[in-house]
């Protein structure tokens, strides 16, 4: 099945510094990629995803870029408020494997007001 | 839509015991997927499924699990009989496509098993 990592595992910014988180995977024939956030108590929910015939994707302050090539793709937050704190998973799919939605172990990002 | 609905929220029980979790998903949603989220194991996906089939079990732990779709509104995930390293919280969750699009979670059952 699909191998999933994601790096870094804790990631501490200070308030408008921005953060980066890489994922990558085994499967080149992924051709989604989402990025999840999971607040404290709360369920995951979906912030942003690309597929694969695009390269960088904006929103406001969120980012996801892809590096089909080598495989990994990264989420950019920018100007980090203390309300980004969270855990962020990666979860890459449509690739070849029946259980292809495998979530990363997630990145658990605090920011320092 | 109301989104994904899980029953109950929380639920405690003793080892040895029966637990019947619940999940309805979004109205239209084709698919369905069981998920348990825990400190060390992160979120694994145990089981989903299309169009009310089970697809890929793979990730089911044990024979003491079980998960069935009787309808396109309902899905229950069995435990029996529960143990103390049950102890999570589960997720449902369904979207569009099997992997491809965005998978809209439940709130969670958080299940305490002592």
């Known amino acids: 099945g699909e191998n999933v990592e994601q790096h870094p595992s804790t990631l501490s910014v200070q308030e408008g510094d921005s953060a980066v988180i890489k994922c990558t995977y085994s499967?080149?024939?992924?051709?989604?990629f989402p990025w999840y956030k999971q607040e404290l108590g709360k369920r995951p929910q979906l912030i942003i995803d690309i597929r694969s015939n695009v390269g960088e994707k904006k929103d406001q302050r969120i980012a996801v870029t892809l590096n089909k090539t080598a495989k990994h793709f990264s989420l950019h937050i920018t100007e980090t408020q203390p309300e980004d704190s969270a855990v962020y998973f990666c979860a890459p799919g449509g690739g070849r494997f029946n259980n292809d939605m495998r979530f990363g172990a997630g990145t658990r990002l605090t920011v320092k007001p | 839509d109301a989104g994904v609905i899980q029953s109950p929220r929380h639920e405690v029980t003793e080892m040895g015991q029966e637990v019947t979790l619940r999940c309805k998903p979004i109205s239209g949603h084709d698919y369905l997927f069981w998920y348990r989220q825990t400190m060390m194991r992160g979120l694994e996906l145990l089981i989903y499924f299309n169009n009310n089939v089970p697809i890929d079990d793979s990730g089911m732990p044990e024979d003491r699990f079980s998960a069935k779709m009787p309808n396109a509104s309902f899905s229950t995930l069995k435990i029996q009989p529960s143990e103390p390293r049950d102890s999570a919280v589960y997720f449902c969750a369904s979207s569009l496509d099997r992997s491809s699009y965005e998978q809209y979670f439940g709130p969670g059952t958080r299940l305490t098993v002592t």
């Open positions: 499967d080149s024939a992924s051709n989604y």
